[in-house]
């Protein structure tokens, strides 16, 4: 499955930003997730943080490293961002030492992987985090699926995970230290017109109570001795 992923993504490259992003409901989602990225992350350039699964690079300003699986998507994140320590690599690989890492975040990348592939994921962000590290990641919400009767089609957006999956998954290895969700409101079944006006109360649902019923979830964990 991963070579499917890796060539569906090679050949997505080059028209991945405006496909996904260059659109009023991509523009929707990426604003709640750096508002969300902005808050949690330090403000100072001394952390070293690893975007994993970082694509094109949308998220590369909040980090000083990335790994991806896909040489294309890879060539375009290292034109924008020269500078940047951009690998080759995987979830269940990251090629940097042990405890290298002070965060570790990963967008739209556990929507593509099985239950194994997830526990390998947080096995080896585990190893390359320095002790209380963080790892933030997203996935679709399965509380959200089940209410829309949600049926996934192929390994794009196979996972979907409870909360109470991950706190099974994590065991004594992490803690959660807060979760919330993205996109509260069904954005497609609205005007485009109108959806930059739902941003601030989405994400105010987003925090309640429901968050579990958001499309997604974004989860930070601290790293725990084990
Ligand atoms: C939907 S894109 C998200 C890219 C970026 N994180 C963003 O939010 O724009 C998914 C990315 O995950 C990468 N990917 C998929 N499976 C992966 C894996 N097992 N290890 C590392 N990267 C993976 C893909 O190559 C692709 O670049």
């Not at 523009?27 to 994993?52: G, V």
């Amino acid at each position: 499955m991963i070579e499917e992923i890796k060539t569906y993504y090679n050949e997505l490259a080059s028209t991945y930003d405006q496909n996904r992003f260059g659109n009023s409901y991509g523009t929707y989602i990426d604003i709640q997730e750096r508002t969300y990225l902005e808050k949690r992350l330090p403000h100072n350039s001394t952390a070293n943080i690893l975007d994993l699964g970082c694509g094109t690079g949308r998220f590369m300003n909040y980090a000083n490293h990335g790994v991806d699986i896909s040489p294309k998507m890879i060539e375009i994140a290292q034109e924008k961002f020269p500078d940047k320590t951009i690998n080759l690599g995987s979830v269940s690989q990251i090629p940097h030492p042990d405890a290298f890492f002070d965060i570790i975040f990963s967008f739209h990348v556990l929507m593509h992987l099985d239950k194994t592939a997830v526990t390998d994921f947080l096995n080896e962000s585990h190893q390359k985090l320095k002790e209380n590290g963080r790892l933030i990641f997203d996935f679709p919400s399965q509380k959200r699926r089940r209410l829309f009767n949600y049926k996934n089609k192929g390994w794009h957006g196979a996972n979907a995970l409870l909360i109470k999956d991950i706190e099974n998954l994590i065991k004594q290895d992490w803690k959660i230290k807060q979760y919330q969700g993205i996109l509260f409101f069904p954005i497609h079944r609205f005007p485009s017109s109108i959806r930059p006006l739902l941003q601030k109360i989405d994400t105010l649902f987003c925090k309640t109570f429901l968050k579990e019923y958001s499309s997604y979830l974004v989860i930070e964990l601290e790293k725990a001795k084990r």
